[in-house]
């Protein structure tokens, strides 16, 4: 693909007055607008050069084809089917904006919702779903410099939609949320990040686990463990075993699992993750320890390939979890599941 210097963005715009004035404001905001005059022709060029393009500005009040009338209805239907079928067939989602001087209500009616994906504040904030020529240009160009800058992670969040949508039904915390993010932004986006720089982030995918196990704890599945998440044991009681601890030299069952809730495969995955993620949070030490980070990576060149592998089956048991909080959604019962012998 061509290199650019400024922002790409893919215009629609018929008022020459526009074209003219416009794109010498952008310019001190790292965008380069590129003006088409009616949909036919910025679709192709949308087609033609999709990697070329950063964000995309609608004016409503356009021609859907050469020889149309000016119908914000016909033209904003028209090119927002076309925009999101595009980028589904490309993998990847370009924001969208609409400006326009036209009806306000004419536009706003005709404007999908597919773009609280990246403009929800805006909408919140302004009680719009449009920005006002004249009025909204420059937080315009503002906010596609800023999203532009963030759209690794708006691509993210369009490809692992699923899992995304489970971390919201299961109210896991934000701070859980946005270390999966930065977990799945470099796996896909490399140039974002060295190797060497990716493996030192074993903390984040400790993260996500202590907030699927916090989440966990409010819907009854483990107990509440405070401010310090015990990984071993919520591992051990998901996995319907008991969690013990040394006392005089004798095993003694802590907390008492009834019930294996991971399925078999989860099971063994998640006790390989709760053994190694928080060793590799660290630098080796002196101590006696089976999993040294150091020597590991130095055998496997530096590969970040463990900490991926991770990330995908945080991304599978976060799936399963939220199916099985559809089926089993009731606080109490999930409790009786475990007996804590501390309070006895």
Avoid at 272 to 287: G, L, Q, T, Y
């Amino acid at each position: 693909m061509k290199s650019y210097d400024l922002i790409q963005v893919l215009w629609v715009e018929d008022d020459p007055k526009v074209t003219k004035a416009y794109p010498l404001k952008a310019e001190s905001f790292d965008l380069e607008l590129v003006p088409y005059s009616y949909w036919d022709e910025a679709k192709a060029a949308l087609e033609n050069e999709f990697d070329r393009w950063s964000a995309i500005i609608l004016d409503a009040k356009c021609k859907y084809h050469k020889d149309s009338n000016d119908n914000a209805v016909v033209f904003l239907r028209e090119a927002l089917k076309d925009i999101s079928v595009t980028c589904k067939d490309k993998g990847r989602v370009i924001p969208w904006y609409v400006l326009t001087g036209g009806d306000t209500s004419e536009v706003s009616d005709s404007i999908n919702d597919e773009r609280m994906k990246w403009d929800s504040d805006w909408t919140k904030g302004a009680n719009k779903k449009y920005y006002s020529k004249n009025v909204d240009n420059e937080i315009l160009y503002h906010r596609i410099k800023c999203h532009a800058q963030k759209s690794p992670r708006i691509q993210i969040q369009e490809m692992y939609r699923d899992v995304f949508d489970a971390i919201e039904k299961c109210s896991i915390d934000d701070e859980g949320y946005n270390a999966l993010e930065d977990l799945l932004v470099p796996i896909h986006f490399p140039d974002q990040i060295e190797a060497n720089d990716y493996n030192d982030k074993f903390v984040k995918a400790r993260s996500v686990l202590e907030y699927i196990f916090r989440s966990m704890s409010d819907h009854g599945m483990l107990p509440n463990w405070g401010r310090q998440i015990n990984l071993q044991w919520s591992s051990c009681l998901l996995s319907g075993m008991p969690a013990t601890k040394i006392k005089d030299g004798k095993e003694i069952v802590v907390i008492e699992s009834k019930k294996q809730v991971l399925p078999p495969v989860l099971k063994k995955v998640m006790k390989e993750m709760v053994r190694i993620i928080p060793a590799f949070c660290h630098s080796d030490n002196k101590e006696e320890n089976e999993i040294k980070k150091e020597e590991y990576l130095k055998d496997v060149d530096n590969s970040s390939f463990l900490l991926k592998s991770f990330t995908f089956q945080l991304c599978d048991i976060i799936l399963w979890y939220r199916n099985y909080l559809q089926e089993h959604p009731d606080e109490e019962l999930n409790a009786l599941e475990w007996e804590d012998k501390r309070k006895q």
